[in-house]
């Protein structure tokens, strides 16, 4: 049952896109301004133990992957395609598709991380001049995840937590984890209509994929033998399904405003068709061998 919302949104935008095109740009707007940041707020104002190291794990792996790939591939296009995820438009629905709401929190805090990361260095890649440090530093503070998290640590100055679960609250919380799911799944059906993938693309996405999982492995074990991050196995499963993800949709806009190109887009694209596979099968695979998922 989970499924059926994320698979109708996407069908929605796949098969009505001649008819929803013109307010694609809006539903991408509001996913990024308004429902993302309603999620962050709520997540940290009523805090779940190890959020705060979570976005600290998320945004030091998304280093570790950049640094990797540029070292072997000396490309840093392609290399913040592997480590600037789409946490937004993808993670979060698939998240809730897969895990349910209680994955909301980890995958929120993940997304932070990630987030921050591409906030900080997707300029710079892509940018072939030197970027001065007054403008990376404004772009970083006028950024959503960031505005949000600003919120919530002026709104945690004030115990909230007897509010978490009144129904007025429960009521905005629920419905906005709907748009969440409506609007990114709707927006990535219009975007993948009328995007054509070839064998080979798929193929070399679904390899770059897993080796990105075999190192997020070693990443969320390190994470638990080192980081105070809860013990819990959703916890951890929702952590590999994040590095599942495809590039960030937004790269192939900086690219394309920076260097005049939009190589990223064959990128993102087989990417993200690679991506949902996978999530798929890791989902299939996970319920399987555990049921209380």
Not at 74 to 83: E, I, T, V, Y
Not at 116 to 145: H, R, T, W, Y
Not at 271 to 283: D, F
Request: hydrophobic share 55%; proline share 5%.
């Amino acid at each position: 049952m989970a499924l059926i919302l994320p698979l109708i949104s996407f069908l929605v935008g796949y098969w009505g896109v001649h008819v929803l095109k013109p307010i694609r740009p809006l539903l991408a707007a509001l996913l990024a301004r308004i429902f993302i940041p309603l999620l962050i707020i709520y997540n940290m104002v009523f805090y779940k133990e190890g959020s705060l190291w979570l976005i600290g794990f998320s945004f030091l792996s998304s280093i570790i992957f950049f640094s990797i790939f540029y070292y072997f591939q000396k490309d840093k296009l392609r290399a913040l395609c592997f480590s600037y995820l789409n946490g937004a438009w993808l993670g979060l629905p698939f998240a809730l598709a897969v895990f349910g709401p209680e994955a909301s929190s980890t995958i929120v805090a993940l997304y932070i991380g990630g987030s921050l990361f591409g906030n900080i260095c997707a300029v710079m890649a892509v940018s072939e001049a030197k970027q001065d440090l007054s403008f990376i530093i404004k772009n970083v503070l006028l950024s959503p995840p960031v505005i949000a998290l600003t919120t919530a640590a002026v709104l945690s100055f004030w115990d909230f937590s007897p509010f978490e679960y009144h129904p007025v609250v429960q009521g905005v919380y629920q419905l906005n984890k709907v748009l969440v799911t409506f609007s990114g799944m709707c927006v990535l059906g219009m975007w993948l209509s009328k995007v054509r993938i070839g064998w080979r693309d798929l193929k070399r996405s679904l390899l770059i994929i897993s080796s990105r999982m075999l190192l997020a492995v070693l990443l969320c074990a390190a994470a638990y033998l080192l980081l105070p991050i809860p013990h819990l196995m959703l916890t951890y499963a929702v952590m590999l399904m994040f590095f599942c993800l495809p590039p960030a949709a937004n790269i192939v806009a900086l690219e394309t405003h920076y260097q005049g190109t939009g190589y990223s887009a064959k990128y993102i694209a087989s990417g993200t068709v690679a991506s949902a596979i996978l999530i798929g099968i890791y989902g299939v695979v996970l319920h399987a061998l555990v049921p209380g998922f």
